[in-house]
């Protein structure tokens, strides 16, 4: 049984994330305008589809599907590379590998009591966001 990730996610903390940023080779300029930003995530899902919206001055929308989806996504606009995304499930919580330029690529979203946690790694470097469901 999965976790219902349904409903207003406001994001209440961002650590690490110009040095996640950074790992991604995404320039300075972008990183400084990305790291002010408090995205919100609007989430709905049905059984095991989903659609994440992640809500600021740069919106990013994923359509997302239980089983392991391969999938060439291309990142123009944030750091301008193409890579092969597989997202499934491990347990309640949604785990994204992304195969391309970037080693050890990927985020992990899970939900503690009516937190949604997302951990971004790139190249060794992990940022954890935690947003508050409202």
């Not at 499934?88 to 009591?113: A, F, M, S």
Request: some cysteine; overall charge neutral.
């Amino acid at each position: 049984m999965t976790s219902n990730y349904n409903g207003y996610w406001k994001m209440i903390s961002n650590e690490n994330f110009e040095e996640y940023l950074k790992a991604l080779d995404v320039n300075v300029a972008v990183r400084k305008i990305a790291t002010l930003l408090k995205p919100d995530k609007d989430i709905i899902q049905d059984g095991d589809h989903f659609i994440i919206k992640t809500l600021s001055t740069l919106s990013l929308m994923l359509y997302l599907k239980h089983h392991p989806v391969l999938k060439l996504l291309d990142l123009s606009g944030v750091d301008d590379r193409k890579c092969m995304t597989t997202i499934t499930w491990d347990g309640d919580k949604l785990v994204c590998v992304q195969k391309g330029e970037i080693e050890g690529r990927g985020w992990t979203h899970w939900i503690e009591g009516d937190e949604l946690h997302l951990e971004l790694r790139a190249a060794g470097i992990v940022s954890k966001q935690v947003f508050k469901k409202s």
